[in-house]
């Protein structure tokens, strides 16, 4: 094979050959880089079904992206022969290196982490290994992990239920009937010919972590048969020592880690590796603080027994910055995203309580100022995403992203979170906790403040102190808070009267709940704003939610943005920019804060900080369609209208059926004269969205466009309508002004200033009422309207 050429693969040489296939080095001359060659038996390869099968795994196993997995580059067929194209690993296998016992314990700890980590994104990809063993460890030459023939077991699917067909080889080239070594590595159900899942692999993971700590696989004995009893019946080997420098408790802390992979049920073993990955590191870590990382073990010994080492109830609490080399520095992170929590119950009833902790974890982190931390909204676009954490870091222009799980189980809930280096996907940090459901919400201040320290961020006072500052949680209340906010963010009147009911059910729930008066507030606000109910009525209810929101916790920046309405009803603009300041202070990544205040700056005629800010609020949160339609309402009240008509018709390719973006985009084609665009865009959102702002909107259009008869009959629309329900004032004056007439636009506008209308804030940007600036009545107006000088 030596010299011959396989597709456009030159083989060079054979670098290694198992019961597998042979390995080559070889030249890929497309790209003119050196790979690994692996053919694959004939025999194999012969049951058409199988190797349908093998391809299928292998291609999923191509699309696996993580430095500690070895790259699958392709599967190809020529000249009769079935090979994959791998990434070649310069280094050796494990077994070479445990047959060395040349390692520290901390070493080969550092390395099991990185396989655990490389075998959790394959089981987050829904891919099995099925042979996880020594020899399918490489050990690079710069000293790190790499799994290499993921799928390849499936070739040999169903394994062999008989131990008598159990290949063997000798043990030390002398004992005769010693089992192969994937045998040694099998998981029960394995052994017993049953389906597996990710937890057989983590049975496997077990038993080379216990061969790395103990000198040799936890099973293996002389014959398949009794190797295949042990697997079934015999418990995990005690770890009775692992040299002079290794506590006592980290032996323990070792033994119960291994005790948790090797459980007879999966049920009793750890359910990710996510979570094993997070007790390595945790070791680890305990092994550094104690100066016992350099220790180098003696030939270990195993103790064939049940050590009784138990740790349930158990969990370690432990902070581990790892995978940077020595003088590197982690001040360069200054943007995380948290990933949404996985509900590790599987529960469907439990996913808004994991989502809640998720918010929670996201609050807490945005309170450090040094940190630009993505808004939930955002993040929860990659709920149950498959995506690689580089993806979705660069999708979200972040340099970090903290990611985890929840597990409750009755009155108690674990929780693990990890922060992982956005450009080298490397495991920063790790942490576990086990905490009573009321107490839980202190855990993500305590992740905040180990991020913080890890990053090397320096902490205010203040800062300390918020995040010091937890309340106990009320599951069922923070639940419906969370409804809530997903109903309000839809900017419906539908959307906002079920947010309303939500935030009300989360007060009832618990009375004490800040942030559920906050959420109260904003429905409130949001009517009156979009024309949905009438100001006069909403707006004292507004500030009433929000000054509790306030009496009861007066550090919550969602309280202070709530009450910075103000600026809206009462026309105290100070005020209003005072409260947004504070809400930004207290919680600087508060997406809703920032686009609140570049409303405020273009309702003052600052169209530059305006859309500065708003820009601030889209990289805190680039999911948003309010966010991303408010750019276009920004950039259509500073007059650039082709500018405007281009965000809105950003948005809308994300976001279809968004009715703020139609709007923006049909006023916006009124300034360019696009009429007939401009009622096309703004017929077909009012259908879907009748609110006196769109059919004010179209009103206006209809006038403009020299359509006299369409406008006066949406101006009796309107008017009729507001005989049972409210109707914005300021709406019905768009109309009589593109209607021409100047009396009655006045007479309406009267009508908008006394009922405090949503959108008169903006009346001295809005391009609709130019013509009337020069009217002493719009300058009486301006003037009552408290704008600054």
């Not at 009793?268 to 390595?280: F, G, H, I, P, S």
């Not at 104690?290 to 080492?309: D, E, F, I």
């Not at 947010?499 to 009832?508: G, K, N, P, S, T």
């Not at 707006?539 to 000054?547: D, E, F, Q």
Request: with cysteine; proline share 4%; aromatic share 8%.
């Amino acid at each position: 094979m030596v010299g011959r050429t396989l597709s456009h693969y030159r083989v060079l040489e054979e670098i290694g050959r198992g019961g597998m296939g042979i390995v080559y080095r070889a030249l890929d001359l497309k790209l003119n880089r050196e790979v690994a060659l692996k053919l694959l038996p004939q025999e194999l390869m012969a049951d058409s079904e199988r190797k349908r099968r093998f391809i299928q795994e292998a291609r999923a196993a191509a699309a696996l992206d993580h430095p500690h997995i070895a790259t699958v580059h392709e599967i190809d067929e020529a000249e009769g022969e079935t090979f994959i194209v791998l990434e070649l690993i310069r280094g050796e296998k494990l077994r070479d290196v445990l047959n060395a016992r040349r390692l520290s314990v901390a070493r080969y700890l550092e390395l099991a982490t990185e396989a655990a980590e490389g075998l959790a994104r394959a089981h987050e990809r829904g891919i099995v290994h099925r042979d996880l063993k020594p020899a399918n460890i490489m050990v690079t030459e710069d000293g790190h992990a790499k799994i290499i023939d993921f799928g390849v077991a499936k070739l040999v699917e169903p394994l062999p239920r008989e131990a008598s067909e159990l290949e063997t080889r000798p043990q030390g080239g002398t004992t005769p009937g010693v089992v192969m070594g994937t045998a040694s590595y099998m998981s029960p159900e394995q052994v017993r010919g049953e389906d597996v899942d990710p937890r057989s692999d983590i049975f496997s993971f077990g038993s080379v972590l216990c061969e790395m700590l103990g000198g040799r696989a936890p099973f293996e004995r002389r014959s398949g048969i009794e190797t295949v009893n042990a697997i079934l019946n015999d418990p995990a080997p005690g770890l009775l020592s692992l040299g002079t420098g290794v506590s006592p408790e980290a032996l323990s802390n070792l033994q119960r880690i291994v005790d948790k992979c090797l459980g007879k049920d999966a049920a009793e073993r750890y359910q990710t590796m996510k979570d094993l990955a997070v007790d390595l590191r945790s070791v680890r870590r305990k092994l550094e603080a104690a100066g016992q990382v350099g220790a180098r073990p003696k030939r270990l010994r195993l103790a064939w027994t049940l050590t009784g080492v138990a740790a349930a109830g158990v969990l370690l609490v432990v902070a581990l910055k790892l995978g940077l080399r020595e003088g590197q520095s982690l001040s360069g992170i200054e943007s995380i995203a948290v990933l949404p929590l996985e509900n590790l119950s599987r529960d469907p009833d439990e996913e808004y309580f994991v989502d809640g902790m998720t918010e929670a974890l996201i609050t807490d982190l945005a309170k450090i100022g040094a940190l630009q931390v993505i808004s939930r909204t955002s993040v929860m676009q990659y709920k149950d995403a498959r995506k690689p954490l580089r993806e979705i870091a660069r999708e979200l222009d972040v340099d970090a992203v903290v990611e985890g799980s929840v597990l409750r189980v009755g009155d108690r809930v674990r929780i693990t979170a990890q922060l992982i280096h956005a450009e080298t996907d490397r495991h920063l940090w790790a942490e576990s906790y086990e905490r009573d459901l009321r107490d839980v919400l202190a855990v993500h201040s305590e992740v905040a403040q180990a991020i913080a320290r890890e990053i090397e961020v320096k902490l205010t006072p203040q800062e300390k102190s918020r995040l010091a500052t937890v309340r106990p949680l009320v599951p069922e209340a923070h639940e419906a808070y969370l409804r809530g906010r997903h109903y309000w963010n839809q900017r419906t009147e539908e959307g906002m009267r079920k947010a309303l009911d939500y935030f009300q059910q989360a007060i009832e729930k618990d009375p004490g709940y800040a942030i559920a008066f906050s959420g109260l507030a904003d429905s409130y606000t949001m009517l009156a704003f979009f024309g949905f109910a009438a100001p006069n009525e909403m707006g004292p209810r507004a500030w009433a939610a929000a000054m509790k929101a306030l009496e009861i916790d007066e550090t919550l920046a969602e309280a202070h943005a709530s009450a910075s309405t103000t600026w809206v009803f009462e026309r105290d603009w100070k005020a209003g920019e005072e409260q947004l300041k504070k809400a930004l202070e207290l919680n600087p990544s508060y997406a809703t804060a920032h686009s609140w205040y570049a409303h405020l700056l273009t309702a003052l005629g600052r169209p530059e900080e305006a859309i500065a800010r708003r820009r601030q609020a889209q990289r805190l949160d680039p999911f948003s369609p309010i966010i991303s339609a408010a750019i276009g309402w920004d950039l259509y009240a500073a007059g650039f209208y082709d500018e405007a008509t281009k965000q809105a018709l950003k948005t809308l390719e994300a976001f279809p059926d968004f009715w703020i973006a139609q709007w923006v985009l049909g006023i916006s084609y009124v300034q360019q004269g696009k009429l007939d665009e401009a009622l096309d865009v703004l017929e077909h959102a009012a259908v879907s969205e009748e609110n006196s702002n769109l059919i004010g909107a179209l009103g206006h259009a209809a006038a403009v466009s020299g359509d006299r008869v369409r406008a006066i009959g949406i101006l009796d629309q309107m008017l009729e309508r507001s005989k049972t329900r409210y109707v914005s004032a300021y709406d019905i004056a768009l109309v009589f002004q593109g209607l021409g007439d100047t009396e009655k636009t006045f007479e309406w506008l009267e009508k908008a200033y006394k009922e405090r209308a949503g959108w008169l804030f903006m009346v001295n940007v809005e391009p609709r009422f130019s013509s009337l600036r020069s009217d002493p009545r719009f300058r009486d107006l301006v003037r009552r309207m408290n704008f600054p000088e």
